[in-house]
């Protein structure tokens, strides 16, 4: 089993819409959870980072975390064009102090007009 | 702003060269990483150092090598290119020792080994 599971995606919605990306995680003493956006032939930019469960809110993104389920999602709402991008979820676990992310393999989103 | 530098953007070079791919941080993080990112195979980490002179291994250490002699600074070597190593590759740095340990991005060189 993979580290870190993304959605292969890949999704397509809506200018307005909300966008759901979803990331599951197996290692269960995993402590903090990160999310990148990656514009294609560009580098990734870290947006969310998340350590509790529940939502953390930050503009039009909501990232959700669940740690009984090991799962931890990303909304986007009122989704745009320039949303347009690979999202990558990434995990460290718990006693890590060398800090090492386990990145999944993104997901895909377009939003189109 | 956390600021990473890398020392090219596209690198063209033949195989059998040794290759030096540099990375520079202006943030005092502690830890620095260096990734390739190949299609369909995700970030995928190479090599990654947590002080000055130390470095661990990642998953795909075979063929490259590296050096930090400095805190801020952080060199992958690939010291016979092959084609197999045509990708793009990026390095990252971060806090070490806290429970937050975000992670910051340069922004890339692509490698291509003809």
């Known amino acids: 089993q993979k580290e870190v599971e993304q959605n292969s995606g890949p999704l397509s919605v809506p200018e307005g819409a909300i966008a759901s990306l979803n990331c599951t995680y197996s290692?269960?003493?995993?402590?903090?959870f990160f999310w990148y956006r990656q514009y294609s032939g560009k580098s990734p930019e870290l947006i969310m980072s998340i350590y509790s469960n529940g939502d953390k809110e930050d503009g039009r993104f909501t990232a959700q975390l669940n740690k009984a389920s090991q799962y931890v999602s990303l909304l986007i709402r009122d989704s745009q064009p320039s949303d347009s991008a690979t999202y990558l979820c990434a995990v460290i676990r718990r006693g890590s102090t060398l800090g090492r992310l386990y990145f999944g393999r993104g997901t895909q989103l377009t939003v189109w007009p | 702003d956390v600021k990473v530098t890398q020392s090219s953007r596209y690198l063209v070079k033949r195989t059998g060269e040794k290759v030096f791919l540099e990375c520079v941080q202006d943030m005092d993080h502690e830890n620095m990483f260096w990734y390739r990112q190949d299609p369909g195979l995700g970030l995928r980490l190479i090599y990654f150092s947590y002080d000055v002179k130390m470095k661990e291994k990642g998953d795909i250490p075979e063929g490259y090598s590296v050096s930090r002699e400095k805190k801020e600074r952080f060199s992958l070597i690939l010291e016979s290119a092959s084609t197999n190593q045509t990708s793009m590759y990026l390095c990252a740095s971060g806090e070490r020792g806290t429970v937050y340990n975000e992670q910051f991005f340069g922004p890339g060189t692509r490698l291509t080994v003809l």
């Open positions: 290692d269960r003493v995993s402590q903090s």
